[in-house]
């Protein structure tokens, strides 16, 4: 925002006093934040750092140590420069001791070496950093209302990131808490470059603060999140090459920044609007269902995401005919084994399936006269709470829901092969998953997950999570298993299933954070091989030795090496079993 010394010395008032750089050129590119006239040698107690004193020099000591002194007060405040007018004081040129000292300091020192009246310097840059100043407060206006606009708006994550870097004209990157890119604008830079290697870069990246700069990396971060839980990192790489200009109205150009400096405050207001946007738009949820479904889904969204209290959820729900109090409530989850649809009706294909699979859920839940809040709670799913009498009724009404979905899907199946093509639909198309039709598996192609059942309203958010896990789990799973229940996921599942789950992340991070910034900084060593070779071994060093291709020295090396870095036992059953599992997390994680 502020012009540098080099720049006051190329504006025009300047250039008439016949500018002369005497001392100190390697600091001409400081910024000038004012310009103040001194003839008194005891200004510097006056200053607060970044100013150009102008001085005709008539105040000044007449001694060596004097004006040594005085140099050095200004170079302790940190004035950016000192421009003294010739012929007053001074006429041949300031004194060698001035300009040694000045010199000695990295303190610009200039002559002007023709009368220049001081207040036209001093409105000229005023003017400038004014401007400048006008020019920051227009671009933060219109990057609020932009980001705003996209709120309002609903936009996705793409356009998000692509419009923070068109603000900006910089590369950005939206990463989780495992340093996986989940979004990026190379800003017409080459993104195969920008991506290449992200993981071990960004690990290097380690901003002081929520939002700050890190200067040995040249990236701008903030953490994206709300309510408490924190996602990913939003980053912004600064400078993205050379200096950046603002154009001015006049359509002339005003340096805002150069490399080496820190990014302007517009871009940490850019960055942090940027990352609200974006923690609001994965809390929005949309939805064009009728007024009824809309209702059944808000009340599953505000029991999933702790927003509005129970004893609301179950005096609306109890409006709409579910009665959830003094009820055993067991969360379902029903949804397809492919994400993709077949291909059938273009872009289009996806949400309807998910409305035709809502459709079938609601309708075999009538036949099986179950009572239970049910919609749509993502993309791929439905969900259902449903409201049993007592415990015991578990397994028959999960049984009679399955059975009931199975019938509902075929006969749909049956409607549309002989209604044709052209024919209305009778009952919901949900027979687009057609070799599993009939087959018997999960309900006829689709998963059925269900949760442990609890006792009260309060618990219902356990059931209907564990549900949406185990229904992820069993993608996985081949078996014929009508319903899928907890028991039937293993570990790896488990961890598969909640990969994007930032506390997983975060306990990854935790565990093996260290270690995985040292592979990175030594790329050649690979260290977390060592240690998944030991602990796949069953802790068996001479085993772990040989799948790792080591002799045991070199081994037994690596693995003093790692318990350093990760500050842990490796004897240790405990430490050890945390470890395997943060490396299965680690590899779910990484994997798509």
Partial sequence: MFPTVREVLALDPVRHGAPRVVAGDAGLDRPVRWVHVAEVPDIATLLGGGELVLTTGIGLPADDAGLRAFIGDLADVGVSGLVVELGRRYVSGVPRVMAAAAERRGLPLVELRRATPFVRITEAVHALIVDAQLTELRATEEIHQRFTDLSVEGADTAEVIRQAAELSGCPVVLENLSRQVLGYDPAGESAESLLDGWEQHSRRIRPAGRTAYDPDSGWLVTVVGARGQDWGRLLLRWPAGGDLLTRRDDDSAVPEARPGDGPPTRLTILVERAASTLALGRLIRRDAEGLERQIHRTLLTALLDHSRPVDEVALRAKALGVVLDRRHLVGVLVRHRADDPTGEGGPEAGPARLRDLSEAVVQALREAKLTALTSAVDDQSVGALLALPDPASEDRALSAFAAALRRVRLDAGAVRTSAGADAPRALPDVSRAAPDVGGGRSAGGVIVAAGSGVSNLREARRSLVEARQVAEAARRDRRDLPIFRLPHVGLAGLLHLLRDEPR????????????????????????????????????????GAAAAHLSRPAFYERLARIARILDVDLDSVEASLSLHVALLALEAVRTP
């Fill in 504 to 543: 997983l992340q975060t306990f990854v991070e935790r565990e093996l954070g260290a270690l995985l910034e040292y592979d990175a900084r030594h790329p050649r060593e690979r260290l977390l091989d060592t240690l998944r070779a030991y602990l796949e071994q069953g802790r068996n060093k001479s085993a």
